[in-house]
């Protein structure tokens, strides 16, 4: 260490403070190369810089040390909002341990957990702040930003780990470009909880982050990061929402409204360790996502090209919706007969959500395919259309071979699946010579075939990642996503024109307003 600064004198400074100290011996600068510091300091204010040598893991605080050259880059503050999730953020703040650039705090804060999350986060290190009750994962996330010392704020939910590079890449492209205001990451492909919606939800997400493009106009807090300046003068995050919905997007729509510099970096990723039920699942997307974002979008009279909002999905979302009224129209037409040969068809394009549901025991996934099977049977019989009754029960007995006997045995899984599969195939064919094909109906298949086609590409993914039986299974509840958002985009615009004929405008000025006037010379 003494060969630090040959030329010129030494300079030793001692900065203590709580929880952070670190040793610097310093050097003027020579021919040999910059000014160059030393610095020891706890993992919890540590310094995005280039890695020495590391003390073990297996202690509480650890300590590293660092060199860094004169041009200091940007340092990064963690902030994690938890409620009653103790196991995942255990495994959230390991993972922050594993990190090639350590951040230079992590901040939990504790939204009113019953389960001993706080406990969690201090074994761990991290600094732990309190809401003081339920008060969401927006005020969660103001709360730690304010509190925070770094440079750039790198919000992760509670539920996700982080790669040991996620902080790294985070680092160099705020210290590539210092016009960059916020960044935003994505999942892997390779969710921690195996159930086929858990694997569906997330690699929905994966491939819409991984097919956008890289000049984004939104945000994301499972894992983005952002300048706390910049945040601050956006007034953070928007605390009217009170329970995890889009919070993180309507920041984003502020900070691209105000000409803000915005990227989506598929690179930078965290892997999910959310378990999600088909229950869970609808009501998220409704109630969390596709109700708050049609009121933001028609709200502030934008709505973006991107992510989610794309316009192909726009395309879905009215040929679902078109496809649903046409089916509604038909149904009461022809007293629900053509829709005997659609259920058979829905029904074997989810023999992978079947399989999966009966490998883990679950009682909801028996239930809905028992209903499904009593209701073809019953449309079957009452339509006089005998032969897709034995179709149905024995795909559905295959599948049920397939599970039990064969799955566990790689050469019986196969010979099984193209057994199963090849049959389910001609049977979903075959039910269709029992559809009306009347010009109504025709113009309906073709709907349903031109939604096929205009995801192809997303099914091409999944049948590429999970294969075949699981990307048509997949069919299905890409649908019911699309159909619901389409109806809570027509919730919303209902009620807001309503509120126009009322005199309210569409509700009262949010912060998008609010922030308008100051941010719009920055």
Not at 3 to 28: N, P, W
Not at 372 to 396: K, N, S
Request: proline residues 4%; aromatic residues 12%; charged residues 15%.
């Amino acid at each position: 260490m003494a060969g630090t600064g040959s030329a010129g004198s030494h300079e030793r400074d001692r900065c203590v403070s709580r929880r952070h100290f670190s040793l610097r011996l310093r050097g003027c600068q020579n021919s040999a190369g910059p000014m160059q510091t030393i610095v020891l300091e706890p993992s919890c204010r540590l310094a995005a810089s280039t890695k020495l040598t590391q003390s073990s893991r297996d202690r509480t605080p650890w300590f590293r040390l660092y060199y860094i050259d004169s041009t200091m880059r940007p340092r990064v503050s963690v902030v994690i909002p938890v409620y009653s999730d103790a196991g995942n953020l255990g495994l959230c703040l390991a993972s922050l341990r594993t990190s090639q650039t350590a951040p230079l705090e992590c901040i939990v804060v504790d939204d009113g957990s019953t389960d001993g999350s706080g406990d969690v986060a201090r074994e761990h290190g991290a600094k732990v702040l309190s809401t003081g009750g339920r008060l969401g994962p927006a005020r969660a996330r103001n709360i730690g930003a304010q509190a925070a010392s770094g440079d750039v704020l790198l919000f992760i939910d509670a539920d996700v780990c982080v790669h040991s590079d996620t902080i790294r890449r985070i680092v160099a492209e705020f210290d590539n470009d210092p016009s960059l205001d916020a960044l935003m990451g994505s999942y892997d492909r390779s969710p921690s909880v195996s159930t086929f919606v858990s694997q569906y939800r997330n690699l929905l997400h994966y491939f819409v982050h991984q097919s956008s493009p890289r000049e984004a106009v939104t945000f994301w807090a499972g894992c983005g990061a952002i300048r706390k300046s910049v945040f601050l003068a956006f007034g953070g995050f928007n605390e009217m929402y009170q329970a995890p919905a889009i919070e993180d997007i309507e920041l984003g729509y502020r900070l691209a409204q105000a000409n803000r510099n915005l990227i989506l970096c598929p690179d930078i990723q965290v892997k999910h360790l959310k378990s999600w039920s088909l229950r869970n699942m609808i009501g998220t997307d409704f109630f969390y996502r596709a109700l708050p974002w049609s009121h933001l979008s028609l709200r502030s009279g934008h709505m973006p090209d991107a992510l989610s909002l794309r316009i192909s999905q726009r395309i879905s979302v009215a040929l679902v919706c078109l496809a649903a009224m046409m089916g509604a129209y038909l149904a009461l037409h022809w007293h629900a007969y053509f829709l005997t040969p659609l259920f058979a068809t829905f029904f074997i394009l989810l023999s992978g959500y079947w399989v999966e549901g009966w490998s883990r025991h679950s009682s909801m996934v028996s239930s809905i395919m028992g209903a499904m099977l009593i209701v073809i049977a019953g449309l079957a019989y009452a339509f006089r259309m005998y032969a897709i009754i034995p179709m149905v029960v024995i795909a559905a007995l295959g599948l049920f071979i397939r599970h039990r006997y064969a799955y566990s045995r790689e050469t019986w899984r196969r010979r099984t699946g193209v057994w199963v599969g090849g049959y389910s195939l001609v049977a979903a064919g075959l039910v269709w010579v029992y559809f009306p094909w009347k010009p109504m109906a025709l113009l309906l298949l073709l709907l349903l075939l031109g939604l096929v086609v205009a995801n192809q590409q997303f099914y091409l993914f999944l049948a590429a990642e999970r294969g075949k039986f699981f990307a048509l299974a997949a069919i299905p509840f890409h649908l019911l996503y699309f159909f619901s958002s389409g109806v809570a985009f027509s919730i919303e615009l209902v009620r807001f024109q309503v509120g126009r004929l009322w005199g309210s405008a569409g509700g009262r000025a949010g912060p998008a307003e609010r922030t308008r006037a100051k941010t719009a010379g920055r």
